[in-house]
């Protein structure tokens, strides 16, 4: 495993939102974290980062317990993220983005030209100053500042959001590319169909607990009614 979380209890303040989460990535796998609004999926992934610490239960990375590590400290064990919000400095372009967030760990280095290698068209972005993107180049931009990080696991929230459908395919066809490399993903997405096309294995939750799991491919059999269920707040 390269991800285990175990058994964690999250609280904004004295208001619980995960009460005892559990889950996991394999090394090499792409796993999806479904749920409606409100579920808890993004402070899943702010728990993993110790941005909004568990108070209870751990989370292992690689092996070590990151449960109480500083977020830049988890970050240089190789952990990555592309938030949902992206979060890309605007003023500056898309090649200084990148370079800001070269770092190296115990993974893979990625350079910019082999980031350029993954998305074509980044290449010509380089020079452009981030404000002026669309939301698609937005969103390969946060991908490949997470990539430049020599990321061993990348924490995807949303990565489907706001984007067109054609965009949103190439997200997903990126995502795959990084699975051939070796990179392990865990992406959380309100839009079933599209994770369920990557996934390798799922984790449903609703109302700060997982209620279900397994292997994406019985997901995929179920068909799209089963699927929408799956993101349907209860
Ligand atoms: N900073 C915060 N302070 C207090 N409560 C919060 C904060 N952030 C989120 N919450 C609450 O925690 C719960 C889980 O929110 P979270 O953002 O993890 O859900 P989500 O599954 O990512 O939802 P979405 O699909 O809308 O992104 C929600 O009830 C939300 O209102
Ligand atoms: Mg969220």
Not at 154 to 174: C, R, T, Y
Not at 175 to 185: A, T, V, W
Request: one cysteine or more.
């Amino acid at each position: 495993m390269i991800l285990e979380v175990d058994n964690i209890h999250t609280f904004y303040g004295e208001t619980q939102v995960l009460f005892g989460v559990s889950l996991s990535v394999k090394k090499g796998e792409v796993v999806a974290l479904l749920g409606p609004n409100g579920a808890g999926k993004t402070t899943t992934i702010r728990s993993i980062l110790g941005l909004t610490r568990a108070r209870r239960g751990s989370v292992h990375f690689n092996g070590a317990d990151i449960t109480r590590a500083p977020t830049h400290k988890i970050a240089q064990a190789g952990v990555g993220w592309v938030p949902d919000d992206r979060r890309i400095f605007p003023t500056l372009t898309v090649r200084r983005n990148l370079e800001i967030a070269r770092k190296t760990t115990g993974f893979a280095n990625w350079t910019i030209d082999d980031a350029c290698k993954i998305f074509a068209p980044l290449e010509h972005l380089l020079p452009r100053e981030c404000e002026n993107l669309s939301g698609g180049e937005m969103q390969m931009v946060a991908i490949s500042r997470a990539l430049v990080g020599a990321p061993g696991l990348i924490l995807l929230d949303e990565p489907s959001q706001g984007l067109a459908p054609k965009i949103v395919n190439d997200v997903m066809n990126v995502i795959r590319r990084l699975r051939e490399e070796g990179l392990s993903m865990l992406i959380v997405e309100q839009n079933v169909n599209i994770a369920l096309s990557v996934a390798d294995r799922v984790f449903v939750m609703n109302h700060g607990r997982i209620v279900e799991e397994g292997p994406a491919e019985n997901y995929r059999k179920q068909g799209a009614a089963r699927a929408a269920t799956l993101a349907a707040a209860t």
